[in-house]
């Protein structure tokens, strides 16, 4: 059965702090993991990963994608009370078929 | 910048009532999607759609649902019978469909709740 797992379900930091968030996975037919952040409702989309070992970055968020060992990493550098949110990992399994997603990381960032 | 429309933004029903969500994907995708997110659990995967019919479906997608492409822009998610349990976030999201890797736009979520 294919399974997203995200580890640390949960997270509190304080403002300034650097997070690393987990996701690993068991997924026929692998074909890009992506990273999403969940505020209110919808997920917005971070990142999509296709390749092992070469980090995607914006301002502040990267990620990098290790397919021998089927985990990726986001890691967030100096945390804002603003990047509190739900990530979310998701893994596209065979071409336009289905993402499956993990259960999220809450994160919390205090001032 | 294009982007996943959805209506209603929320819909309150009475259990055993049929509803219908609706989506406007993004003009030029080819892959669609329906989800759902239970209060406080994980985004689940209900139904993709290609090609006017269904690619894939999860075990929640049952016969109590059905989607649709009507016409070439809104994508329906339609719940036959509704039953409490079907009170979620149900998000729609599209795919280019035309790259070799797929970035998934989502739409901002119809809440239902059953009553």
């Known amino acids: 059965e294919d399974k997203v797992v995200q580890s640390p379900l949960s997270l509190v930091v304080h403002e300034g702090d650097t997070v690393t968030l987990n996701c690993s996975y068991e997924?026929?037919?692998?074909?890009?993991l992506l990273w999403y952040k969940q505020e209110k409702k919808a997920p917005t989309f971070l990142f999509m990963l296709?390749?092992?070992?070469i980090e995607k970055k914006s301002g502040r968020l990267s990620s990098i994608l290790d397919k021998k060992e089927l985990f990726s990493i986001l890691n967030i550098t100096a945390t804002q009370t603003g990047d509190s949110a739900i990530y979310l990992c998701?893994?596209?399994?065979?071409?336009?078929?289905?993402?499956?997603f993990g259960p999220g990381t809450r994160l919390s960032v205090l001032p | 910048e294009p982007e996943v429309t959805q209506t209603p933004s929320h819909q309150v029903t009475q259990m055993g009532q049929e509803v219908i969500l609706r989506c406007v994907p993004i003009?030029?995708?080819?892959?669609f999607y329906w989800y759902r997110q239970i209060l406080g659990q994980k985004v689940e995967f209900l139904v993709s759609?290609?090609?006017?019919?269904?690619?894939?479906k999860s075990e929640i997608f049952d016969d109590q649902f059905s989607v649709e492409r009507p016409d070439g822009s809104n994508f329906t998610l339609k719940i036959r019978s509704t039953k409490l349990e079907d009170s979620a976030m149900y998000f729609c999201?599209?795919?280019?469909?035309?790259?070799?890797?797929?970035?998934?736009?989502f739409g901002p979520g119809t809440r239902l709740t059953v009553l």
């Open positions: 003009s030029n995708h080819l892959y």
């Open positions: 997924v026929t037919n692998f074909r890009s």
């Open positions: 998701a893994v596209e399994r065979d071409y336009g078929q289905n993402f499956v």
């Open positions: 759609f290609y090609n006017n019919e269904i690619s894939e």
């Open positions: 999201a599209s795919v280019t469909g035309t790259g070799l890797y797929n970035e998934q736009f």
């Open positions: 296709t390749s092992s070992g």
